[in-house]
């Protein structure tokens, strides 16, 4: 007999859950529960050797494939939906480079495209049957004396299906940062990527970059329903900037948001809590449909209805935000334009911090001669 404690403990839950009855009707019913999963991100800031790090990644991912395990089977046996969604949060596997130099985290913390932390997360999406998104660093072995930030999103079969690179950040390398040659490899289309799964049209938007309406719009203007935010950030009982704008997001993209925030993290100097609770999903109206408080927690989980917001897409009115742009009317401005400078480190190494701050400098002062700022 299956006790409540069996179904908690991740061990054997999903197959306890598989024996409910409606779990036929669940699996068929086109809407379908995601969870932002609220994780502690086990920084490897802490270790000292290359080896240690890998270990301590793949034991994190362990920890995470159990609590996806009881996720997965608390839903069915709660609300009676399927866990099709799993958003992670932002460089859940590492924390952030500190007093490391952009070498020793590329080689720490920064994973190869077909290497073991891609396939351990790949049989986690496999054995539960869910998409699963998060944020990590990353090498690509096209610009070997970089690495990224990326934003991935893993199908059931075990398949990276969307891999979108983190277009504006302060210190990390984008592919702004390489623009030209970026573009002569992958081409536009791979900037901004939205797939069409079964479960919806999904794009992803890394961090700080939801403070930014033309990330979230590029992907809205392909269509995404869903925008996966992974992201790491300062937890308040106040409303935040970030808070804010995922709700701006949704509603100028008319699109769900599912934003997964760091349950602390640990084993760095920074007060582990700094960066906790505020994961949530948000809908297309702007409504926040669930949300979870401080540490680890499932509770941001939603049902997402992909049959009304498309309902809602084909409608006439005022409320039908993006069938409404003027779009040909802020080209002119955009074109005429120019704020960061593309190719700032095309064939050469990594900006230094000090670089990085430098080029944002030079921009202000750029716009200050043209009069934009006082």
């Not at 609220?38 to 995470?64: F, G, H, K, L, P």
């Not at 921009?363 to 043209?370: A, G, T």
Request: glycine share 6%; proline share 5%.
């Amino acid at each position: 007999m299956t006790t409540r404690r069996d179904l908690i403990t991740g061990a054997g839950a999903l197959a306890a859950a598989s024996a409910l009855p409606g779990l036929a009707r669940a699996q068929d019913d086109p809407r379908y529960s995601a969870c932002a999963l609220q994780v502690v991100c086990d920084a490897v800031n802490q270790d000292a050797t290359v080896e240690a790090a890998r270990a301590r990644m793949m034991a994190s991912i362990q920890r995470i494939g159990r609590q996806i395990a009881t996720t997965k089977a608390f839903l069915r046996t709660f609300n009676g939906t399927e866990l099709k969604l799993v958003c992670l949060p932002e460089y859940f596997l590492t924390g952030f480079p500190l007093r490391e130099s952009r070498q020793e985290w590329k080689a720490k913390a920064s994973i190869d495209i077909d290497g073991a932390e891609y396939e351990a997360l790949a049989a986690i999406a496999q054995r539960f049957g869910v998409f699963l998104g998060g944020n990590l660093y990353e090498n690509d072995p096209n610009f070997p004396e970089l690495y990224f930030q990326t934003n991935f999103l893993i199908s059931p079969s075990g398949e990276t299906v969307l891999r979108y690179r983190r277009m504006i950040s302060l210190y990390t390398p984008t592919p702004y940062d390489v623009w030209e040659a970026y573009l002569d490899i992958y081409g536009y289309e791979a900037v901004f990527p939205v797939v069409e799964t079964e479960i919806g049209r999904i794009g992803s938007v890394a961090s700080e970059e939801i403070l930014y309406p033309e990330i979230a719009r590029a992907h809205a203007l392909k269509g995404a329903e869903i925008l996966l935010h992974p992201t790491s950030e300062v937890g308040s009982p106040k409303l935040t900037v970030k808070d804010v704008a995922k709700r701006a997001r949704a509603i100028e993209s008319m699109a769900y948001v599912v934003s997964a925030n760091s349950a602390e993290i640990i084993g760095t100097p920074v007060p582990a809590a700094s960066t906790d609770a505020m994961s949530k999903i948000v809908d297309w109206n702007g409504a926040v449909l669930a949300e979870a408080e401080s540490g680890e927690s499932l509770n941001a989980n939603a049902v997402i209805d992909l049959p009304e917001l498309r309902a809602t897409r084909n409608r006439t009115g005022m409320a039908n935000l993006s069938s409404r742009l003027p779009l040909a009317a802020f080209a002119p401005a955009y074109a005429g334009t120019t704020r960061a400078e593309p190719n700032a480190m095309a064939g050469r190494a990594m900006l230094s911090q000090d670089e990085a701050i430098a080029r944002q400098r030079a921009v202000i002062e750029r716009m200050r001669s043209e009069g934009v700022l006082e």
